[in-house]
């Protein structure tokens, strides 16, 4: 059975969908005002591989993951650039679409903007209001009474007392409590015209918390299995959502919540905010786009994920390994079989918090076994499982071509070093026969000496 760390319950819980057989996940995506960084990848790798997993558990699955194209940054880019937010957040959209579809993410389901769904958050700020849940201050924004809700701090697991406005909660004049945050902003005189919408409340926007819970609401009910983002989320904007979601509709909001981990660089979080993030197209310029997903899953979900080059060109060497035992297995849309000791523990893994480490464990042994046996149906087996996770999907041909190409070195060259290699031995000369060795293990390729002559493979 399937479990999942469940941030609410501070544990891993067996899952059990609301709806048998069916799994209905709601994501926080992207603010679009500027192109993806590694952060974002990992959560759309994240995601996209819970989703995989579900659907290959047999599970029908509504794949939920929105995206923010009404925010300050979003206002404050496009007056930068003399542009319309919508032309902004468009050009920014392609851009991410265009990430995703690279490192292998399927598009969700459902990929609801912010923009679109003006009237469901008007509507849900309503309901709060009638419940005496939100005010409106003297400022004209209308805001949520934190302490009016008893849940509130549930997911964070810290009291009110303890609790502290997170960084996306703006102070403004007039709020009743210093917790409390906007539901809604009145609109600013200097505000361009397509920043703002008509409401009871007048001229003005969405708050940025309100519109993860009417889209959500809108798209998979107001009850629902599974809600997940990155760690940053978990206060002030998960505990939000909860606080209006549960508010409105007086019945628990999510079953599961699911976190993933930061990517750091030198110990600090990658992030915009910081200066240290890297793009995920400046990664793609040097690695091939299945390295940078291979490295996002060789790390549990939930752990930290420490970004550097030795990191990802680990990864390369790695993927290369897997790829070269599939030289005579060609692509294919194989069913994994689960009755195999190889598939059996790999679903244990899965099913245990989706636990790709471990999962990866299996596709090596798998690789290991295959070279051994030279049994095609094992290496037919390996690509079947690795494909479960959107990986070795490719023809093995097509990868180290690649990978060959991104080294300088392709299959002809390095056997003809190697024959220079063997002749400078056989001539006695050790020095040449060294610096020609130590020359294809800088281009990432190792030689390996035997009875029956020199193999090489990559790294």
Not at 111 to 139: C, D, H, N, W
Not at 223 to 246: K, R, T, W
Not at 270 to 291: A, C, H
Request: proline residues 4%; glycine residues 8%; aromatic residues 8%.
């Amino acid at each position: 059975m399937l479990k999942i760390y469940n941030t609410i319950g501070r544990e891993k819980q067996a899952f059990h969908p609301i709806e048998p057989g069916r799994v209905r996940m709601y994501v926080c995506g992207m603010t679009v005002y500027d192109f993806c960084h590694l952060g974002h990848a990992r959560v759309m790798v994240v995601f996209d591989m819970v989703a995989r997993w579900l659907r290959a558990s047999d599970y029908a699955v509504t794949y939920v993951r929105n995206i923010t194209d009404i925010d300050d940054k979003i206002i404050k880019r496009a007056a930068e650039n003399g542009e319309s937010m919508r032309a902004l957040t468009d050009r920014f959209i392609a851009a991410m679409h265009e990430d995703a579809d690279a490192l292998g993410v399927l598009r969700p389901d459902h990929e609801p903007r912010a923009t679109e769904f003006v009237p469901q958050m008007q509507s849900l700020i309503e309901r709060l209001q009638e419940k005496g849940l939100a005010y409106r201050a003297a400022s004209g924004d209308v805001n949520y009474s934190v302490r009016k809700f008893d849940g509130y701090g549930k997911l964070s697991g810290k009291s009110l007392d303890e609790l502290r406005a997170g960084e996306r909660v703006d102070v403004i004049d007039g709020k009743q409590d210093p917790l409390d945050f906007v539901l809604w902003k009145h609109a600013k005189p200097a505000e361009p015209a397509d920043a703002k919408w008509s409401s009871p409340w007048g001229d003005g926007r969405p708050g940025w918390h309100i519109e993860c819970s009417a889209m959500s609401s809108q798209l998979l009910g107001d009850h629902f299995d599974i809600h997940g983002g990155g760690a940053d989320l978990q206060f002030p904007h998960h505990e939000n959502e909860i606080a209006q979601s549960e508010g409105a509709h007086g019945h628990t909001f999510v079953n599961y919540w699911m976190h993933n981990g930061f990517v750091r660089v030198d110990d600090e979080k990658m992030s915009k905010s910081l200066g240290n993030f890297f793009t995920i197209r400046e990664v793609l310029k040097q690695y091939d786009p299945e390295v940078v997903r291979f490295f996002i899953l060789r790390a549990h979900y939930r752990s930290p994920l420490n970004y550097s080059d030795a990191h990802l060109d680990d990864a390369r060497g790695a993927l290369s390994r897997l790829y070269t035992t599939l030289k005579n297995v060609p692509p294919g849309d194989v069913r994994p079989d689960w009755t195999t000791p190889a598939g059996q523990r790999l679903r244990n893994a899965m099913d245990d918090d989706f636990n790709t480490p471990e999962a990866m464990a299996v596709l090596f042994e798998l690789s290991n076994e295959a070279n051994r046996s030279g049994d095609p149906a094992v290496s037919g087996e390996l690509r079947a499982l690795a494909g479960v996770l959107g990986l070795l999907e490719r023809s093995a041909e097509e990868f180290l071509q690649g990978r060959a190409q991104a080294g300088g070195l392709d299959d002809a060259q390095i056997d003809a070093l190697i024959e220079q290699r063997i002749a400078a031995k056989k001539a006695r000369d050790f020095a040449t026969a060294d610096r020609v060795r130590d020359e294809l293990k800088q281009q990432g390729v190792i030689l390996e000496d035997s009875a029956a002559g020199t193999t090489w493979r990559r790294v």
